[in-house]
C-alpha cells in the first residue's frame, strides 16, 4: 500500500513553537461531543473534563453537554482554539477541519479511521489532503486512524481510549510514544502500578506529526525523564534519528519497540498505519546512530523506560560508565577532536543477590543468555560477604542469603554494599519476592546512588502487581523489571552493554 | 561440591503406596511448633492449621499451642503419626529424625539447611545419614534445605512458605513442583490471579524422595491436570525420564523450567542443592525422552502448564493435532510395528485476531522469533472475514477489526469462528487488553471446544493483575499469557511444534 502514497518532502521535526497549541495548549474544542457515554465522542468529552482551560464541546444537536456550553459548530466558537479534537467520522472530517483552519485554530486530532490504512485510492487521497491542509496552513495534524493524547503537565487527555493517571514524580517520568493507540492504552496502565508516566502520545497515520516529532518534544520537555517508543514505519527515518540526538543532548534516554520486525509484521503493517517500516538493519543502524535502546518484548518496555530514567540519574550523579543517552555532540569543525579515550582495564560484570538459590542460578543463567558477564568478586568482598552469610549461604556470585534474608534484612543491605563496593561489578540484580519495608528498600536505593551502580529488581512472584511494588518502582535508583530476561536484556541493550559484556571480559 | 557425594543407587519413582503417608497424609506431628508466629515453627504450624485430619505440635516448652494440645516429643505422640514436619535447627534433626522412626512415622519433612548445600563434609555426612534412615526405615524424607510442600486435595499445607490458595477447578489444575523453596512459593502466587493450582511440591536438597518423584505422584493423582517443574539438578535423570513417561501414559503434560543451564548457573547450584545439573544437551535430550515442554524464562512456567492442561483437554476430545503428552507407548515386542504415518500434506499455521492493527503486528512478530507460520487465510475465509469487518479492517492474518471490537463483539465471534474453522490454522492468538463480558468469553472458549484448536488470549495491558483476568484464567479452552513471546513460545514448544512450523511449511 506504501507505494501509492508520495513521500513527504524531507524535515526536521517540528520544534516547540510548532507543537505548543497541539501540546500544550490553552483552549480546546471537541468537535462531534456527544451525550452518549459509550461513543467516541462521548469518552472523548469525559476524558478531556479535567483540562483546565476553555473546552469547547461542538454539536449542533445540543445546546449544553456535560454541564459546558455546546456550540453548532468550530466557526461559531468565541475564539479561535489551539487545538480541535475530531471525533466525527471520516465523511465528515474534511469540513470540519477545514473551518477550524478558517476560524485560526493551530492544531487537529483526528481520531477516524478509513484513510490509507484501507489501502484504497479515496482513502489514500482524503489522507493526502489532510496533510496538504497541515502543510498550506500551518496547522498541526494528529491522525488520522488514532486514539489521542495526553499530557499531564498540559492536563490534557484528548483522546477516547482510557490513559491510566499518574503521579509524576521528578527523575522517572516517563514520555510514552506510541504509533499504535490501542497499544499506547495498554502501555499507559503501567502507572497503576507506579510507574509515573507524564504523556501518552499517540500517532496513528501520522499524515503530518509522527512519532518523531512527538520524540523531539519530549526531548525538550522538562516534565519527561525517559522516552518509551513503540512505532511500526516512518515516512522519513531521519527526522527520528534527529529526535533522537535531540533526546540525547537533552539527557533523555529513549526505550524502543519497534513493529513490524518480521516479513508478516511487515506485510500486516501496510495493512495498518501504512507508513514504510524499514528492515531490521535499518532499525539497528537507527538505534546505534540515535543512541537509542532497542526492546524485543513490547511487555518490557515501559520497566525498561523506567530502568533508564533511573540510570540516567546516576549517570548525571557522575558514574564512571558510559549509558545510552551519553552520546557525544559532534566537535565543531574548528576544534580538534579530543583524543579517544583507551579501552577500561578492567570490565566491570553483574553482581547477582537473592535470599534463595534457585532465583540466584536462574539470575545467572538469564544474565548469559544476554551476554552478560557475572564474574565471582574480589577476596576482600568474599571474606565481607561470609562475616554476614549463615554457614550454609554462598558468599560468591551469585550471593545467596538464604531464607535468613526474611530474619535479618541488616544482612541483605551489608551483602548489596559488599558487592557494589567491589569494583568488580557494575550492576547488582536482586531477584525479589515479597514487599519488604518502606526504609529497607530506601537503604538498598541511598547504597544504588553512593556507588552510583544501578540496582536492578526482579519480582520472582507471579502475584504480578502485589503489594510492595509500588513501592519499589517510586524509588529513584533502583529499577523493577517482573521477569529477570527483560531486566538482564535491558541491561545488556543500554550503554552500560560494552561493560558489561562477557565478550570483552579479561579471561572469559 | 557434588562429586564428593556417592550417587545413591538408581531406582524407578516411588509409586502411590511409597508416598501416601507423606503426600496424603491422615496425621501430621510438627516438632519444633512454636508460639512466635515470625519463627520457622510458628509459621509452619499457622500453614498446618487448615489440616483435617490430627495435627500434634510438639515442643517440651508448651502444654498447649494455637489451641491444640502439644506433646514434649515424637515418642509421647498418641499415634504413629503417618507425616513429620521438622522445623527444628539442623543440629537436632538427627535425633528427632530417629524418634519419629521408632515411633513408626512414614514420612518426614526437614526445613533445616546446613547440609550437602554448605559443600563442607559435615553437612554432607548429616545429610548421608537422612538418605540412610530413609532407605533402611522405609521412610520417605522430603528435604533437608526446603521450605516443605502443600497438597490441596489433601488439605495439607507442611511448609513455612506462603503458598497461595487455590481454586481446584477440574481440568485445568495444576501441580506445581520446584526443588527451590522460594521459587515454588512465587510461583505458587499465580493462583491469586486465577490459576488453579492442586499442588506445591519443594524438594529442597533431595536426599531421598526428589522431584522424579513428585512428578510420578502428580501423574497418578486424580486432582491434577498439568505439571509445572523447576529444578536444578537430580542425582538420577532416568528417574525423571521414567516420572515423565507415566505422566504422558495418564494424559498430563510437563511444563519444565531448568535452572542451571549457564556455566555460572550450574556452578552456583553445586553451591545450592549440590545436586548434578547435567549439560543443556542432556536437558534436551530428557524433555525429548518424557514429552516435556521445555520453558526458558521462568515467569512463562505457570502460565505454559495451564495452557497445556487446556490444550490437553482439547486433544483428549479428538483433536487432529498431536500434544505433548501424546507420547505413544512401546509396542510389546510380540506386536508388529504400525506403519509410519505419512507426513501431512498441508500443515496448520497460527492465526492471530486482534482489535488493533499494532498488537497484531506484534503477535506475528513474536511468532516468527519462536518458529510459528502465520500462512493468510483461504478465500472463503477473506470474504467472510470481509463481511463481519469495516472497510478499514484487515481480512487477513493478522486480522485486524479495529476498534469496532468494543462496539460490536459479535464481529470478534464470527471471525474468530471463520479462522477456526479455516484448515489452514491449528490455532488462534488474540492480543487481548480488557475485561470483556463473560458470555463472550464463554463463547470463544466454546468455538475452541467446537474446532478443538487451542485458543491463546495475550494480556497487552500492564494492569498485570487487572480485571477479567481471573475469568479468563477459569476458562477450560482458552489459555492466558501476559506476553506475546510467552504465548508463541508455549505453542511452539508443546507438541503442535511440528505442526506449526515454519520449517514444513509448504512454499515457506
Chains 1, 2 share one sequence.
Not at 455 to 461: I, T
Amino acid at each position: 500500500m506504501t507505494a501509492m502514497l508520495d513521500p513527504p518532502a524531507a524535515r526536521g521535526p517540528y520544534g516547540r513553537a510548532d507543537l505548543q497549541r497541539l501540546l500544550a495548549p490553552r483552549s480546546v474544542a471537541l468537535v462531534g461531543a456527544s451525550a452518549n457515554p459509550a461513543s467516541l465522542g462521548g469518552r472523548t468529552l469525559a476524558n478531556l473534563a479535567s483540562f483546565p482551560g476553555p473546552l469547547y464541546p461542538v454539536n449542533e444537536r445540543h445546546a449544553e453537554l456535560a454541564g459546558r456550553r455546546c456550540y453548532p459548530s468550530v466557526a461559531a466558537l468565541p475564539e479561535a482554539p489551539d487545538l480541535v479534537v475530531l471525533a466525527v467520522p471520516a465523511a465528515a472530517v474534511a469540513g470540519v477541519a477545514a473551518q477550524a483552519a478558517a476560524r485560526g485554530a493551530g492544531a487537529l486530532v483526528v481520531l477516524a479511521s478509513g484513510y490509507a490504512e484501507t489501502g484504497e485510492a479515496a482513502g489514500q487521497a482524503a489522507q493526502a489532503a489532510l496533510a496538504e491542509l497541515a502543510r498550506t496552513r500551518g496547522l498541526r495534524v494528529v491522525g488520522p486512524n488514532c486514539v489521542g493524547l495526553a499530557s499531564r503537565p498540559a492536563g490534557l487527555h484528548a483522546a477516547f481510549a482510557e490513559f491510566s493517571p499518574s503521579v509524576l514524580a521528578a527523575g522517572r517520568r516517563i514520555g510514552l510514544v506510541s504509533q499504535s493507540g490501542a497499544l499506547g492504552m495498554g502501555l499507559s496502565h503501567a502507572a497503576e502500578h507506579g510507574l509515573s508516566i507524564s504523556h501518552v502520545l499517540t500517532c496513528g497515520n501520522s499524515c503530518d506529526v509522527d512519532v518523531a516529532d512527538c520524540v523531539a518534544w519530549l526531548a525538550e520537555d522538562p516534565d519527561c525523564d525517559a522516552i518509551a517508543l513503540a512505532f511500526e514505519g516512518l515516512a522519513d527515518a531521519g527526522r527520528l534519528a534527529q529526535a533522537a540526538r535531540l533526546a540525547a543532548q537533552h539527557g533523555k534516554p529513549i526505550a524502543a519497540c519497534k513493529l513490524g520486525q518480521s516479513a508478516a509484521g511487515r506485510a500486516a503493517a501496510a495493512f495498518h498505519s501504512a507508513c514504510p517500516t524499514g528492515t531490521p538493519a535499518d532499525w539497528q543502524a537507527l538505534c546505534a546512530d540515535g543512541g537509542i535502546v532497542p526492546v524485543t518484548r513490547i511487555e518490557a518496555l515501559m520497566d525498561t523506560a523506567a530502568f533508564l530514567a533511573k540510570a540516567q540519574r546516576l549517570h548525571a550523579a557522575g558514574a564512571q560508565t558510559p549509558l545510552a543517552a551519553d552520546v557525544p555532540a559532534p566537535p565543531a569543525a574548528d576544534v580538534p577532536a579530543p583524543p579517544v579515550p583507551a579501552p577500561p582495564v578492567t570490565v566491570p560484570g553483574l553482581a547477582v543477590l537473592s535470599g534463595s538459590g534457585g532465583t540466584g542460578i536462574l539470575a545467572v543463567d538469564a544474565a548469559e543468555r544476554h551476554g552478560l558477564a557475572t564474574p565471582q568478586p574480589a577476596e576482600a568482598t568474599v571474606a565481607c560477604l561470609r562475616a554476614l552469610l549463615p554457614p550454609f549461604g554462598a558468599p560468591r556470585n551469585p550471593c545467596d542469603l538464604t531464607a535468613q534474608v526474611s530474619r535479618d534484612p541488616a544482612s541483605l543491605l551489608g551483602c548489596a554494599e559488599a558487592l557494589l563496593a567491589d569494583p568488580c561489578f557494575g550492576a547488582l540484580l536482586l531477584p525479589w519476592g515479597r514487599a519488604q519495608p518502606l526504609a529497607l528498600l530506601a537503604s538498598l536505593d541511598a547504597l544504588a546512588a553512593r556507588y552510583r551502580k544501578p540496582l536492578l529488581l526482579a519480582w520472582m512472584s507471579q502475584r504480578l502487581d502485589g503489594p510492595g511494588l509500588a513501592a519499589i518502582s517510586a524509588l529513584l535508583h533502583t529499577a523493577l523489571f517482573r521477569s529477570l530476561d527483560d531486566a538482564c536484556a535491558a541491561l545488556a541493550a543500554s550503554g552500560l552493554r560494552g561493560a558489561l559484556s562477557t565478550r570483552e571480559m579479561p579471561g572469559a
